[in-house]
């Protein structure tokens, strides 16, 4: 199994739908991150958390919130899905006590908004 | 605050040539650096790091990068490049001003022309 996991891996929903996409880790990582990546855009952070209780806007938070249901598992929601929330999303992991070491990220989910 | 700039988008290359990915980074207290690779419709993989020690870092696969302080510099290079190294580049950098979050670059996709 995949040290980060993705939910699912490609979704098609229509405008004004709400829509979840789950993460799970097995890394034991306290540190999550939920980040867009759009062609020629590179990635931006949607949101982020340092622990359950830590939970932190990133630079594209608009439209967008995150559930950390437990240590493992970090949710992103989109309340109400628009066309330009198209794009790939990536979870991410990183380890608090070597947090200089980097990330670890999910396959993505690929979301289509039409 | 700590920026990343990849000056190319995009990188042509015969096979079997050298490629330089160029990264630079803002501010040069004690940073980390990485790089990621994104194969096709896959998720974002550690290529290689340097935490400190040694400038010039290897890959298992034949990249190296190495640490330019007075540059601000952590270009990536391959002396003979391979059809399987197509793929999308990531430089990133992270700080104790971050909270060791990773700063990231725009990206450089490179083309292998056979």
């Known amino acids: 199994d995949a040290d980060v996991t993705q939910t699912p891996r490609n979704r098609i929903t229509k405008t004004g739908k709400r829509i979840m996409l789950e993460c799970s880790q097995t890394k034991g990582h306290d540190r999550m991150y939920w980040y867009r990546q759009d062609p020629g855009l590179g990635l931006r952070l949607i949101y982020y958390s340092f622990d359950v209780k830590d939970i932190n806007k990133g630079e594209i938070s608009d439209g967008y919130s995150v559930s950390r249901q437990a240590q493992a598992k970090f949710s992103l929601s989109l309340e109400s899905a628009i066309p330009n929330q198209t794009a790939l999303y990536f979870c991410a992991t990183s380890d608090r006590d070597s947090p200089n070491y980097g990330y670890t990220f999910g396959s993505g989910t690929r979301l289509t908004v039409v | 605050a700590q920026s990343v700039t990849q000056l190319d988008s995009q990188v042509p290359v015969f096979e079997e040539a050298p490629v330089e990915l160029r990264c630079n980074y803002s501010?040069?207290?004690?940073?980390?650096l990485f790089w990621y690779v994104q194969y096709p419709n896959q998720g974002l993989q550690l290529l290689l790091k340097?935490?400190?020690?040694s400038t010039l870092v290897e890959s298992i696969n034949g990249f190296e990068a190495e640490f330019n302080k007075s540059q601000t510099s952590f270009h990536l290079r391959k002396p003979s490049v391979h059809i399987s190294d197509t793929a999308e580049y990531f430089c990133a950098v992270s700080d104790r001003d971050s909270n060791y979050q990773l700063i990231w670059g725009a990206g450089t996709k490179l083309i292998i022309k056979p």
């Open positions: 340097y935490l400190s020690g």
């Open positions: 501010s040069s207290v004690s940073v980390y």
